[in-house]
């Protein structure tokens, strides 16, 4: 399954222009607040020049780039914890997903309304944050009545889970978001079906005019200082330019424009690139004739959880894997040359993949 990835932010800000940048499926933008209800999904391949060059070794059939889900969801307004704007359903869309594009208005433009009347977009940001912690608070608080018993006469886990609890309402009460709240591994199992709002990873996105696509403005400098002790990424997109470049038919066309606003990389590829380092994703790929094909897996996987990406029978009936390093692949062009100069290794259960890796597994059934 793709990782999906939701775009938030005040209504009017630029979140559908965004994902129309982003993605082939498109969603109506439009000048006027609440223009998006219902969420629009679209998926976006992810551009990755490995894949290319491997496919110009192999000259496969097909050639499968890997994939994430977009999620463009309606704007959130001060009281949509308590259900004001689209309010609950908002935050159910929200919860779906794996991670937070966070888009903040950085643009003046005297004709496109901002419902606080202002462009202030740490003001923004605190809205959004506010009323995605008083939800989460909401969480806690019902989730603690429940252990509390458990934790007097219960098991050690119901004691943890309850400390757990009370930091994250601690934090939260304090208007800090969740993922303030570091835990180590086995505390991480113990809340995974928690799935707090504030502790998604996010990503924010500071939506600018074309003249500051490149070194932002002042806008962009007053969010960064306040997200300064967050741990998260920030972006700058200049999200109609980039919703025009992709409107354009070629890719010369496109790198031209590009140019134009001064930008080397589209504002589409460094968005997955961000979202693959705030998601901990790397890629690994499987080449031969019928099919070059990435695969996206978490950073640190070992072997036969990789494999169980492509099918979980190539997970339960694991042999082990021979791997070939990309850098040794598209030097010895074949995996016949890899194989006589010495260069597949065969790796058992504890291998942890590697991004890049050329992965080909043996397994029984
Ligand atoms: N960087 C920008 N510079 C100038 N105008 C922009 C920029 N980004 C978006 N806009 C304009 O702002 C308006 C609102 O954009 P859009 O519909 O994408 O907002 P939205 O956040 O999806 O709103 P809603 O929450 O109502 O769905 C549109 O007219 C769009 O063209
Ligand atoms: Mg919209």
């Not at 929200?94 to 606080?116: M, P, Q």
């Not at 079906?193 to 962009?220: F, I, Q, R, W």
């Not at 997955?272 to 990435?294: C, K, M, Q, V, W």
Request: overall charge negative; hydrophobic content about 40%.
């Amino acid at each position: 399954m793709a990782l999906q990835c939701g775009i938030v932010g005040l209504p009017n800000v630029g979140k559908s222009t965004l994902f129309n940048s982003l993605s082939n499926a498109k969603a109506q933008a439009a000048n006027f607040p609440f223009c998006t209800i219902e969420p629009n999904v679209g998926v976006i391949t992810v551009p990755d020049e490995r894949l290319v060059n491997l496919a110009k070794i192999d000259n496969p059939k097909k050639v499968i780039p890997t994939t994430i889900e977009i999620v463009d969801i309606a704007g959130l307004v001060k009281g949509a914890s308590k259900g004001e704007g689209l309010g609950n359903k908002f935050l159910a869309n929200i919860r779906e997903t794996d991670a937070i594009i966070h888009v903040l208005r950085c643009f003046e433009n005297d004709n496109i309304t901002h419902v606080d009347g202002t462009i202030d977009p740490v003001r923004d940001k605190e809205i959004i944050d506010t009323e995605l912690q008083l939800k989460d608070l909401e969480t806690i608080e019902s989730r603690i009545a429940k252990v509390q018993k458990q934790a007097v006469t219960g098991e050690k886990s119901a004691k943890r889970l309850f400390e757990i609890f009370q930091q994250y309402k601690n934090v939260l009460e304090q208007g800090r978001s969740a993922r303030t709240v570091v835990l180590d591994k086995e505390d991480r199992k113990l809340v995974r079906d928690l799935h707090l709002l504030t502790d998604k990873p996010v990503l924010y996105v500071c939506n600018v005019d074309e003249k500051s696509a490149v070194n932002g403005n002042a806008h962009v400098d007053a969010v960064r200082e306040a997200i300064k002790e967050e741990n998260a990424e920030l972006l700058i997109v200049a999200a109609a330019t980039e919703a025009d470049i992709a409107e354009l038919e070629t890719y010369e066309e496109r790198q031209m424009f590009l140019e134009e606003a001064g930008l080397t990389e589209s504002g589409v590829s460094r968005l997955i690139r961000s979202a693959y380092t705030l998601l901990n994703l790397e890629t690994y790929f499987t080449t031969g004739p019928d099919e070059t094909r990435a695969w996206t897996y978490t950073k640190g996987m070992k072997a036969p959880q990789a494999a169980g990406i492509i099918h979980t029978d190539f997970e339960k009936g694991f042999i082990r894997a021979e791997v070939i390093k990309y850098a040794d692949y598209t030097a010895l062009g074949s995996e016949k040359a890899c194989r006589e100069a010495g260069k597949i290794s065969v790796e058992g259960k504890e291998y942890v993949v590697q991004d890049g890796d050329i992965m080909h597994f043996l397994f029984n059934v």
